[in-house]
DNA sequence: TTGTGTGCAAAAGCTTTGCATGTTG
DNA sequence: CAACATGCAAAGCTTTTGCACACAA
């Protein structure tokens, strides 16, 4: 079972690399260690995260990169849509890995801060609509919502 | 015709000062003659500006102001729901005045970053069956398309 | 008068850049 | 071997903070 998920998760590795290659090639750049290690660290890896955390998690295994490096890379990743970038909050941009995992968006707590995902069908047709109204081709959104869990159980910070 | 629409402009300046006024005596604030003067100079203008324009806007003028004043208000603004606060790229906040206009969303061109506005319906409707499925009290959202603009015009940066 | 708000400048926090070195193609 | 990428640290930019003074209440 754990196993059946790990090689799912080495898969779909394997198939972001495969992109990253191509966008790499595309674009004239070369294909660094540090670029791959990056791009497989953030895909080992669940849920949102900002640079610092990748760069001190990255530090922490010893791996040898450096801060600029790590930004340079997240660009690219998010050039060829394997990463997604964020501002839920004002400051420190947010990322998570986009390829193989199902679109959505996100739901802000407003005490706590925490960060849960959903999907709403709705989206695409706002999306459609608005292309073809405001003669403009969409190529990604992003939509939060903002609000206070009704729970007791909530945090609250 | 500019007459009736100045009128119009001030109504809601008027308005917006007493809902400024009752918000700072609930949280036992002080009515500071920067406070007003900065609301003011926000609803004259139209459109959507950064802490930084605000502040030498209001230097141009020669109003004695500070970076610090400038930011403490603009969060006193938002937190009455007198200003929206955006991150439509990822530094620097922009705000828009949010009273006596209507709720809209935001269509930002990838090539030159020119934001638009429009209104959906149906954002209405995700809020109200998101809230009510993840058990939350949406208080607000915020949604930003994303795309390139067809017509032949766009500065293309 | 009493303490909050302000101006100014320095500090803080995230991100980018310059330079010398290392490595890819 | 030529150009691009990296590591490191310094610089850049937006936003926040500390301090002394000003001024609402």
Redo the contacts between chains.
Sequence with gaps: MTEKIMNQKEKIIEEAKTIFTAHIEKHALRKTPERFTILEEIYQTDGHFDAEELYVHMKNQNYRVSRATVYNTLELLVNCDLVT?H?FG?NM?QYEKSYGYKQHDH?I??DCGKV?E?C?P??Q???S???D???????????????????KDCSNK
Tied chains: 1, 2.
């Design positions: 970038k501002a004002k941009a739901l707590c407003l849960l959903f709403d709705r989206i047709q706002i999306k609509t608005m292309g109204i405001m003669e403009f081709e969409i190529k990604h959104h992003s939509l939060n919502l903002y609000g206070q869990c009704k729970k």
